[in-house]
């Protein structure tokens, strides 16, 4: 006998559903003595998903309060009901009691004007939701299946459970056609280079007719992301857009980004002296360095910002050998410097005292576990603390992580809970890039297994 949750028709304030309010008398039944049971009424019908509430039975307390178990008298029992006591209510012939002050009245309908709202819209939701998962589940199916043979990735039916624990399906259902979007997803994956490269912006215009539908903090992007990772179990945390685009032979954009180069060039550039370069990304993956002379230091100095770059440029004579990466650095990046480092030159790298800086400087670590860190102690960073800095605002240190080559400065960072930078040393820099090599007091990362918690 239960009414659909769907269609509020004929109630003039869209709370019961199908007009089983019209022209019933709810006055005494929507008494404040009478709301404790229509209370009860509701939390079972949104339980259940049943507007109506007219069929089955469920199981009430009876309040302490006489007058409010004198109230129901005649829709529940002849007599009051005990205080305290739980009483199973045949809702049929409840919903018949209701019946005498209107032809269509049924509990849910009561409860839903006592209470101001419709009922089991949650309930309703959650089933809408999930046939359109299912819906969507299906089309997915579909579209893995046909992709090409030679597609590089075939995401199957078991990475469903995957994408929900990601949350992906739940940004899929707020999509405003979701699934246009996944199969666009499937689209750019049918797309994807079996060996090669792709540039982002011309397979995204190849699959969907869009250079952009594949930009940083589209949906798309990151549905297609969301589908590799499952295809390839990875946990895709911690993985920047650039190196997971990488994986799946895709280029983000080869000629802008890339590290900024102040005295080390690939060999056989011919640079002024004293002159910066970029080095794009397409020049970083087929870079071959060259090997330092015997009469050369042999350090090459990397930095997060470029105001270090223009500093040296700018107030250090002679030949300095420095590299920033303006930023966090890409795989692309970092493998370049890996390969750097294989010709000869020692490494000395460091950036800001935060989240980002200590993450590059364990990326660093991780790749070149030669390398050493330059000024990142826990002394450097007190001494780069601003006694009244302007507006600083804090760290979120959850995801400060750990410093392997000095655990003191972990400790120290999430003492003070502020950030410092690399400008507040800039004398100190500028003193070693002069010298031509990083303090003899910093510490050495011994421990390549240590070194790759990044």
Request: aromatic share 4%; charged share 25%; net charge neutral.
């Amino acid at each position: 006998m239960s009414t659909p949750a769907s269609g509020q028709a004929d109630c003039p304030e869209r709370l019961c559903h199908n007009g089983a309010c019209r022209s019933a008398d709810l006055s005494a039944l929507l008494s404040s003595d009478v709301r404790w049971l229509w209370e009860q009424v509701a939390r079972q019908a949104d339980r259940r998903g049943d507007a109506a509430m007219d069929s089955r039975t469920i199981t009430i307390t009876a309040p302490d309060s006489p007058a409010q178990r004198a109230a129901v008298i005649g829709l529940l029992a002849p007599r009051p009901l005990p205080a305290g006591r739980t009483r199973r209510i045949d809702l049929q012939r409840l919903t018949q009691a209701l019946q005498r002050r209107g032809a269509h009245l049924t509990p849910g309908a009561v409860a839903a004007h006592a209470l101001g709202r419709p009922l089991a819209d949650r309930a309703a939701d959650k089933a809408r939701r999930a046939a359109r998962l299912a819906t969507l589940q299906h089309l997915r199916s579909r579209l893995a299946r046909a992709l090409p043979p030679t597609a590089p990735l075939r995401p199957d039916d078991a990475g469903w459970d995957s994408l929900r624990r990601r949350g992906s399906l739940a940004r899929l259902l707020q999509h405003p056609s979701p699934d246009r979007l996944l199969t666009a997803a499937f689209a750019v994956l049918r797309r994807l280079p079996a060996s090669g490269r792709a540039d982002r912006r011309l397979l995204a215009e190849t699959a969907t007719g869009n250079p952009h539908a594949l930009d940083p903090g589209t949906e798309l992007a990151a549905l297609v992301l969301a589908e590799a990772a499952t295809a390839r179990a990875e946990a895709g945390d911690g993985v920047s857009a650039r190196d997971a685009w990488g994986r799946l032979g895709v280029d983000l954009d080869t000629l802008t980004g890339g590290l900024l180069s102040l005295g080390i060039h690939p060999a056989d550039w011919h640079i002024p002296a004293g002159q910066p370069a970029v080095l794009v990304p397409w020049v970083l993956d087929r870079a071959v360095w060259p090997a330092p002379r015997r009469s050369e230091d042999r350090w090459v100095f990397l930095t997060e910002n470029p105001s270090v770059a223009a500093a040296a440029r700018d107030g250090v004579p002679g030949e300095v050998r420095l590299l920033c990466t303006v930023g966090t650095p890409s795989r692309t990046e970092l493998d370049a410097v890996a390969r750097l480092a294989a010709t000869g030159w020692r490494l000395a790298v460091r950036a800001d005292f935060d989240g980002a800086g200590l993450a590059l400087v364990r990326a660093v670590l991780a790749t070149v576990p030669q390398a050493e860190v330059w000024r990142m102690t826990a002394a450097d960073y007190t001494a780069s603390l601003h006694p009244t800095p302007f507006e600083s605002e804090p760290l979120n240190l959850e995801h400060l992580g750990d410093t392997p080559w000095d655990p003191a400065l972990a400790a120290a960072i999430r003492e003070s809970g502020r950030p410092a930078y690399e400008e507040a040393l800039i004398e100190e820099l500028l003193s070693d890039l002069l010298r031509g090599s990083p303090p003899v007091s910093t510490p050495v990362c011994v421990d390549p297994a240590t070194a790759r918690q990044v």
